[in-house]
């Protein structure tokens, strides 16, 4: 047992020895010690070298707080988790936990440097000194920051643990299971309603597992909580989640908790859950998170060995650990004195108490010196000594002048509580300034939340008990023995007799933010604290200022010469405490990363090897390669031979929606630009649907199955957008007209047929349907059955050849596909992807709406008015197509361009230029739209947006490129195979 | 994550499964108002909306549930619902919405 061991205190099993490595040292600690605790119990302080200056550190506090020692854990492979708190840290055997921000190791380190030229790093250094030129941030500046003053590094492998997502409901979620907490669990747990009880460690208790001498109802409080905790646990509407951090509160008493699983096992498996997200609906939530000790800020109140009192307490309450041999505490609150009697009690030597406060109660005073400490009033620690570890402290007494040197190995500081509000201020709850305490305190919920004891700025385990059982709704009052909690004072600056120069005094520890600093960033003219944390960088940090944010807003305050309140409080936000990506994610990664939308044709593309593009979230066949060829070939080969015989593709994305009723045609008039009600049965149109601003919002074609009942389909992105539209307009313009919408998309497969043979092919398996060219003009519909099964043949072409689009129902796509592949091999038959769609489209200048227009084209400017109604007197779109700049000279056309050297495809989204000599920047007319080799025509094509287009025909305009290449072209119509469409009555 | 009241459904269904849909009580005017607008009127009708601190009548979508509009008093500043109703319903009054408040 080391000297650091007492082996009659705290809640760890000393008869279970547990081995760990830090930086490659083994060390051993015992079941239920943190690394903090173990390596405190070594005599290890120094656990990290600090953000910016690399100083020492050593761990400040015992919990989640933790600004300093932050490490690294290493479990194999991709599993390392940087920035993680030694003080939260249960140890487990073989744990590999290395320390961060160091080179070449701990203790000497060569980032020190930093330490000596500090002068150099004031308020702001990144903002004043890596400013220009700009150029130099990617390669020099940047790279710089993160060597010299790095956290953790990033992990680079791909993290193979399984993480859990889950919702959860509950009446009352409690959050923090010390005293308060509990007590509200067990007066909740009466009623009948669903109970959560979270708390972010192993062990429940709070600070009843630290606090001194504590009798509850008469029994010792170990004894208490034992029985509390097997009460609850044996309650079968309560649910206790240990671990487990609630980190963000959300609208309507939502709550995310983060719980970890295996991070304290051994060995544990990849697969097994490493942590869980929990989103937690509840009716009512408890805030009883307790407060959290303030640092003093003084000269040299950084060094490993300086910490925070309660943490001295909770080392050797919850691990038996004496943090020191020889202590001094500096304080300016009366709870230090209770927390340094139970150290003096546990053996540890105190060698003196400085308190800051001008006088102190008689009654502490006299328990000190009963003890045998000396308590130093109105005094101050003016300096520390010890490189890697405390070894000294001067008191100074500005009174008197007085100083006195005091070796100590541990010196403990308390400069009061800060309650614990961020939960309660993300809920949006106000807050209030208590001037008595120097805190803020919750003031008017905003939701059906309230905050108790510690955290509402209510000390003591009586207090806590007695509002925990109210918060619970019971009425027990508990009956509690112990010390006095007192009271304490804020200083915003302690005196010192060293010029402020040569002295550092920390705020934030974990971005080495000073009081120079702050008092800097108002000096230079920043007046809000939410000005002088971005420019000082305090309190965003990974602990996001638990510590520091209060001192720094006094400090802040008095430099400013206003109340603190005046001054304001930075914003909470989530995460209360840094939360893992892997839990963010849960079981949303890899396949089930986003979903991927597949036809029911889909398997077949992949057993025939083509090559995939995502389309929207669907996943679309691009082509078909055959023999090694590369797409270049492959579509070469797709387009000929639709041109040729036949080619067949799956065009079941395509959107579509079935709009039913009575008034059916009268909404088609108001959706679409052109005229529905003449529409005959059978028949099939175009449709423009317009935003109500005019732009091209979507096309289609759409057949009219009966007088009632129409067939529309949407572009494959588009239906979605398109169903809400109609939907809208439906339900909030015109809910007059009787009219039902349902998306189809998914209810139909379809198979499109393009080429001279497509009517051959499909002649022997199409029933009760009359295929012959009278019966069965270009755009028109059938019902009846092809290979047995119920389908809508539509003759249509998005190709320019003679094309049936066979739509039978999904379930039925494959097995008609399949036997259309097959009898279509007399034919030649030709499997092609979206690739050589679009390449067909482009030949015929069909347009594409989102990749041909963007947003801001007009039926006219795509040269598609034929399609706009002159007679309808209404449709969607149809006023704004007269506003004065909708009809204005000289906007963007879209037209047609051939490049002069017919070998040139066109980049598409290339600017376009009237003449390539003129200086950069150049006047740009527009850009390329769509462009593709036509292996048909032997040359390439290409659609632009291009101002003033149709009025350049036959000019010759201009493409400039990267590298100085210049691409020239002529502007023709944007039809460039079989402009009078004579391939679609082949026989 | 809120919840909301969709007034079809008469239930409080998480927010995931509803979309904004923007300002609330902007009548399309009909074909012979159309014509007799100036564009900048139209424009106006277009483009312009109210950008309220504090309670503001909007549109919602019911998307992932009824698929059905309606229209929401909402708070922007705590971003709290104080009513839902249905679309035809008119916008309610300051009085209207004060009582809806103490209602609550």
């Known amino acids: ?987 | 994550m809120m919840l909301i009241h969709c007034p079809h459904c008469d239930e409080k269904r998480p927010e995931v499964e509803f979309a904004y849909a923007g300002e609330a009580h902007i009548v399309r005017p009909n074909a012979e108002q159309q014509q007799a607008m100036s564009d900048a009127k139209w424009s106006e009708f277009l483009f312009i909306r109210d950008n309220v601190r504090g309670e503001h009548c909007e549109r919602w979508w019911h998307a992932n549930g009824c698929n059905m509009f309606f229209n929401a008093v909402r708070n922007t500043v705590t971003d709290k619902f104080i009513k839902t109703y249905k679309i035809g319903q008119k916008r309610p009054t300051q009085a209207q919405i004060q009582k809806w408040k103490s209602a609550k």
Not at chain 1, 761 to 774: N, Q, R, T
């Open chain 1, 1 to 987: 047992m080391s000297d650091f061991r007492r082996q009659n205190r705290g809640n760890v099993d000393n008869n279970t020895k547990v081995n760990f490595t830090f930086d490659g040292k083994t060390y051993s600690g015992l079941k239920g010690d943190t690394v903090a605790s173990a390596l405190l119990a070594s005599g290890v302080h120094l656990m990290g070298r600090s953000f910016k200056y690399h100083r020492p550190r050593g761990p400040v506090g015992a919990g989640f707080e933790e600004p300093n020692a932050l490490v690294t854990v290493h479990r194999g492979k991709g599993r390392m988790t940087p920035n993680l708190r030694a003080t939260t840290l249960e140890i487990y055997e073989g744990m590999d936990v290395r320390s961060q921000n160091k080179w070449p190791n701990l203790k000497f380190d060569i980032g020190g440097f930093n330490n000596i030229f500090s002068p150099l790093f004031p308020a702001g250094f990144y903002n004043k000194t890596f400013m220009w030129p700009k150029s130099f941030w990617d390669k020099v500046y940047e790279p710089f920051i993160r060597n010299a003053a790095g956290l953790g590094p990033a992990p680079k492998e791909v993290d193979p643990d399984v993480y859990g997502s889950c919702y959860g409901h509950c009446e009352v979620l409690i959050v923090g299971a010390g005293p308060s907490g509990l007590a509200a669990a067990l007066a909740a747990a009466k009623k009948d309603q669903r109970v959560i009880l979270v708390d972010e460690n192993a062990r429940l208790g709070g600070s009843l597992l630290s606090s001194g001498e504590v009798a509850i109802d008469g029994k010792p409080a170990s004894e208490w909580l034992t029985k509390t905790i097997m009460t609850l646990e044996a309650a079968k509407n309560v649910r206790i989640m240990r671990r487990t951090s609630a980190f963000g509160y959300y609208h309507d008493n939502f709550v995310a908790l983060a719980e970890r699983i295996t991070d304290h096992i051994p060995n544990a498996q990849i697969g097994q859950v490493r942590e869980v997200m929990h989103r937690i609906h509840a009716g009512q939530v408890i805030l009883a998170q307790g407060a959290i000790e303030r640092p003093l800020v003084f000269n040299g109140n950084d060094r490993p060995g300086v910490m925070l009192a309660s943490a001295a307490q909770s080392y050797m309450g919850r691990y038996g650990v004496a943090v020191g041999k020889e202590v001094i505490a500096f304080t300016s609150h009366d709870s230090v004195y209770g927390a340094v009697f139970d150290l003096a009690d546990s053996n540890i030597r105190v060698g003196a108490i400085v308190d800051a406060r001008a006088s102190v109660s008689k009654d502490l005073l006299a328990m000190a010196q009963a003890k045998g400490i000396d308590v130093h009033v109105g005094s101050v620690i003016s300096k520390t000594t010890g490189k890697t570890r405390i070894n000294s402290a001067e008191v100074y007494n500005p009174a008197t002048g007085q100083k006195t040197k005091i070796k100590c190995d541990a010196l403990l500081m308390s400069g009061g509580w800060t309650p614990s509000l961020h939960l309660w201020s993300q809920s949006k709850g106000s807050i209030k300034w208590d001037v008595e305490t120097g805190v803020y305190l919750p003031d008017v919920a905003n939701e059906n939340c309230v905050c108790i004891a510690a955290c509402n700025g209510d000390f003591g385990v009586e207090t806590a008990l007695n509002a925990g059982s109210k918060a619970g709704g019971g009425r027990k009052k508990y009956d509690v023995t112990e010390a006095e909690w007192g009271s304490g004072e804020i200083f915003d600056q302690l005196p010192n007799y060293i010029t402020p120069k040569k002295t550092k005094a920390f705020v934030d520890f974990q971005n080495d933010v000073t009081n120079k600093d702050i008092i800097l960033a108002v000096q230079e003219g920043f007046k809000s604290i939410e000005h002088v944390k971005r420019y000082t960088t305090n309190g965003m940090a990974t602990d996001q200022g638990k510590l520091s944010n209060l001192n720094a807003l006094e400090i802040a305050a008095k430099a400013l010469g206003k109340e603190a309140p005046k001054v304001g409080l930075t914003t909470f936000r989530p995460p209360y405490t840094p939360t893992s990506f892997g839990a963010f994610c849960g079981y949303r990664t890899d396949d089930l990363f986003e979903v991927t939308r597949k036809t029911t044709i889909d398997p077949w593309a992949e057993a025939q090897g083509a090559v995939f593009e995502p389309v929207g979230v669907w996943r679309r066949a691009w082509y078909f390669p055959k023999d090694g060829e590369d797409m270049h070939a492959a579509v070469a080969r797709e387009c000929k031979a639709t041109r040729d015989s036949l080619g067949i593709f799956d065009a079941s994305t395509l959107g579509k929606i079935e709009v039913v009723g009575p008034d059916a045609a009268k909404f088609m008039n108001i959706m679409y630009t052109n005229p529905w009600s003449k529409l005959a049965v059978g028949a099939c149109r175009y449709g423009l649907m317009l935003g109500e601003n005019g732009y091209i919002y979507d096309d289609g074609v759409v057949g009219r199955i009966a007088e009632d009942r129409f067939h529309v389909t949407t572009t494959t992105g588009g239906a979605p957008r398109v169903y809400r539209h109609m939907e809208d307009y439906l339900q909030t313009e015109f809910p007059e007209l009787d009219v039902w919408l349902t998306s189809t998309t998914e209810q139909w497969s379809v198979i499109a047929l393009n080429g001279p043979n497509a009517r051959k092919l499909i002649e022997s398996f199409v029933e009760d349907i009359d295929l012959s060219p009278e019966a069965f003009p270009h755009m028109a519909v059938r019902e009846g059955k092809i290979c047995s099964v119920p389908t809508r043949l539509f003759r249509v072409s998005f190709s320019g050849e003679l094309g049936f689009e066979v739509n039978v129902p999904s379930h039925f796509g494959r097995q008609v596909w399949e036997t259309l592949f097959e009898a279509g091999q007399k034919y030649d038959i030709t499997p092609y992807g979206t690739e050589t769609m679009h390449v067909l489209r482009a030949e015929k200048g069909f347009i594409i709406v989102g990749q041909d227009t963007d947003g801001t084209v007009t039926p006219q400017d795509a040269g598609m008015s034929w399609i706009v109604s002159k007679k309808k007197k209404d449709f969607v779109g149809k006023r704004s197509l007269q506003r004065t700049d909708l009809v204005a000279e000289g906007r963007k056309h879209l037209i047609g361009l051939l490049t002069d050297d017919p070998k040139v495809v066109l980049e598409e989204g290339a600017h376009i230029v009237a003449d390539p000599t003129q200086s950069v920047p150049m006047d740009m007319l527009g850009h390329v739209t769509s462009s593709y080799w036509s292996e048909s025509l032997g040359k390439s094509v290409a659609m632009a947006l291009v101002k003033d287009g149709f009025n350049r025909m036959d000019d010759t305009l201009y493409i400039p490129m990267p590298g100085g290449v210049t691409h020239a072209a002529k502007v023709v119509k944007p039809v460039f195979y079989d402009p009078k469409g004579e391939r679609l009555n082949v026989v």
